[in-house]
């Protein structure tokens, strides 16, 4: 056989080395699963041998992907190949994108802990105009340097146990040229099963959706994909497609975000402000966590939860998403997350409203306030096309308070004195007003200022201390904003942009993972209450503060007017790793766009342990309501039908 040996030398020694890959992929999975075991429950043997079975069809076609230049280079049926130089530059073909893709897949094992899902596409538009990036990842370099130690240790085994193919003296150039023809012919074939992940015509090109059939919670997806498949197969995609649950008229008399003019609404010029907070989780709240730690839980929020008993307050409340470019279009426009970020869509150049764009067709004065860099996030761009034509950044804060040392090093200027420049620079505005801010401080790498080190309670997570912190910043907001002459003409908004850093079992579920406050508070109104019925929503917010206002216009949001709506017609929609949520009366329901995969008492079973499928009459109706939500979304994101024309 040695004689024959150039037949194969190479197929062999491509194979080596893609297994060599698989192996490293397999690590870097167990690596994550180390990583985030706190986040998935009831990993057993069985559960996590089918999960690992569909992570190698996974893994095979994100190992096809990245090798393809790799694997042609090594069969392509030419006799040149046995030179030592193109081996060379085949090896640097090998290592480069493959060492890149183990690095990724380190990189989410840390990031998934922020979003509950693996990182793709949209991450590049995401963050392109952030100038900070490098020093955020120089800083978790550092603190997870054990992984960084592990990415070296991955790219060195790569490179020396590489397989090299011994160079061979071809004896039979004919024959040589028939047997790598036919071999690369087969490996063509092998790789187009590989990357769809099947062979057959009825398979269709896996996406991530598919991994929800190897698991039995939308989380452990995370488990299943690998982060340059997520990538990879997100590149491109169109990120709204019209399912055809329902013709037109159906589809209205199930669910419509059209919200009409009530005939006897009667508008009253309150100013609105509202707050988004960074990463305020339910959690984090004493007043919305009675029940722990048999009564005695504190939480971190002391001043919030004094507020909350002032406001209108909701016991289960939701984020419509797990990244800060959801919650500002949630918040302030009723717009959910589907898919991908709407911001990182071609959906946003559609026409939209919010709440300040609404408002000012009353004649309001509306602006947005984030003290990071102007431009960080796309916040300017998406503030300034919903109709918060008047922006105030970093650049504006700066502007106003020359030399300043407020900004934290990271991503702007801290929360205590960007709030006390808010409430100074709201006395300026010409009443009513419409303004929102986003606070900034409670975000990774969770500092405080030097002052403020040790003061506030730091708990079993580094985030703590920073909500202590902007909790604090947020009281002495209102002590200054209490103050002022506005101030009892003005209707507070208060809630979360996301969740972050759970500690408890039951803030980790596919539930409590989106679980935030959501409080409305007027001063001196009547305005009160703690509803422990009703579910809230962020994209309630728009209905509710333009039905508190008697608003008298159209407009679009998804969403209801807390106020009005019944409380067990209201209802919470998110979307998490491929799979839509409906959580409306006792119930949450997952649906992956074409059957519904699980039903849970969530508000007692707070785990989601016991699947109820098939068991709850509600079921039916909850489908069709939640297939009417995303017919409706995915309608109006295509055909730009977010206003009222």
Not at 19 to 41: D, H, K, P, Q
Not at 501 to 522: I, K, L, M, Q
Request: net charge positive; proline share 4%.
């Amino acid at each position: 056989m040695h004689r024959y040996r150039s037949l194969y030398n190479t197929t062999l020694s491509l194979i080596r080395n893609l297994l060599l890959v698989m192996g490293c992929f397999i690590l870097c999975r167990l690596v994550f699963i180390a990583e985030n075991y706190s986040l998935f429950t009831d990993l057993s043997v069985g559960r996590l041998w089918k999960m690992f079975q569909g992570g190698f069809v996974f893994d095979t076609s994100a190992i096809l992907y990245t090798n393809i230049l790799y694997i042609v280079f090594m069969l392509i049926p030419l006799h040149y190949k046995q030179g030592k130089t193109y081996q060379l530059v085949a090896k640097w073909f090998f290592f480069i994108p493959n060492l890149l893709a183990v690095i990724m897949n380190l990189m989410d094992t840390v990031y998934f802990q922020y979003t509950s899902r693996r990182t793709t596409a949209s991450v590049f538009s995401e963050f392109k105009h952030e100038n900070n990036i490098s020093g955020i990842i120089g800083t978790e370099l550092l603190n997870h340097w054990y992984l960084t130690i592990l990415a070296i240790l991955i790219g060195v085994a790569l490179f020396k146990l590489y397989a090299v193919p011994k160079k061979e003296k071809i004896t039979h150039i004919p024959l040589y040229y028939t047997v790598h023809l036919l071999t690369f012919a087969l490996s063509i074939y092998l790789c187009i099963g590989g990357m769809r992940g099947g062979f057959t015509g009825m398979v269709r090109p896996i996406t991530i959706s598919n991994a929800n059939q190897y698991v039995d919670r939308p989380i452990e997806t995370g488990i299943v994909l690998n982060t340059p498949f997520s990538i990879y197969r997100t590149f491109g995609k169109k990120a709204f497609v019209v399912p055809t649950y329902f013709e037109s008229r159906e589809l209205e008399a199930h669910y419509s975000p059209l919200h009409q003019k009530a005939d006897s609404a009667k508008f009253r010029p309150l100013n609105v402000v509202v707050l988004i907070l960074e990463s305020f989780s339910k959690e984090n709240s004493g007043f919305l966590n009675q029940e722990l730690d048999k009564g005695t839980y504190k939480g971190y929020t002391p001043f919030l939860d004094s507020l909350m008993t002032q406001g209108l307050t909701f016991k289960y409340a939701f984020a419509n998403g797990k990244k800060s470019i959801d919650g500002m279009p949630s918040v302030l426009s009723g717009i959910p997350m589907f898919v991908e970020p709407f911001f990182l869509t071609p959906a946003s150049l559609n026409n939209i409203s919010s709440i300040g764009g609404e408002l000012r067709k009353k004649g309001y004065y509306t602006a947005f306030f984030h003290g990071a860099d102007n431009g960080s996030m796309g916040f300017e761009a998406y503030a300034r096309s919903a109709g918060y034509t008047n922006y105030y950044g970093r650049t504006e804060y700066n502007a106003a308070y020359p030399g300043n040392r407020d900004f934290d090093g990271h991503w702007g200027i801290w929360d205590e004195p960007f709030l006390q420049y808010f409430a100074q620079t709201l006395s300026s505005f010409k009443e009513p007003f419409a303004t929102a801010l986003f606070t900034l401080s409670s975000h990774h790498p969770f500092a405080v200022p030097e002052k403020y080190k040790g003061v506030f309670p730091k708990g079993n997570r580094e985030i703590r201390q920073c909500i202590g912190y902007s909790d604090h910043a947020l009281k002495e907001f209102f002590a200054t904003a209490s103050k002022e002459p506005w101030f009892h003409r003005t209707l507070f908004v208060l809630t979360a942009d996301h969740t972050n850093s759970p500690e408890r079992a039951e803030y980790e579920t596919e539930c409590g993972t989106f679980a935030v406050p959501v409080v409305f508070y007027h001063p001196g109104s009547s305005l009160r209450g703690f509803h422990k019925e009703a579910i809230a929503q962020q994209i309630d917010i728009m209905p509710t503060v333009l039905s508190y206002l008697g608003y008298d216009k159209p407009y679009v949001a998804f969403g209801c007017d807390l106020l009005s709506t019944p409380p067990q017609e209201t209802y919470a929609v998110n979307y998490i790793n491929g799979v839509y949520q409906l959580i409306k009366g006792d119930y949450l329901l997952q649906f992956d766009g074409q059957k519904s995969v699980g039903l849970y008492a969530f508000k007692t079973d707070l785990l989601l342990k016991q699947n109820l499928l098939g068991k709850v009459t509600v079921q039916k109706e909850m489908e069709d309501f939640l297939k009417a939500i995303i017919q409706q979304y995915m309608t109006r994101m295509t055909e730009n039908q977010l206003v009222v024309k």
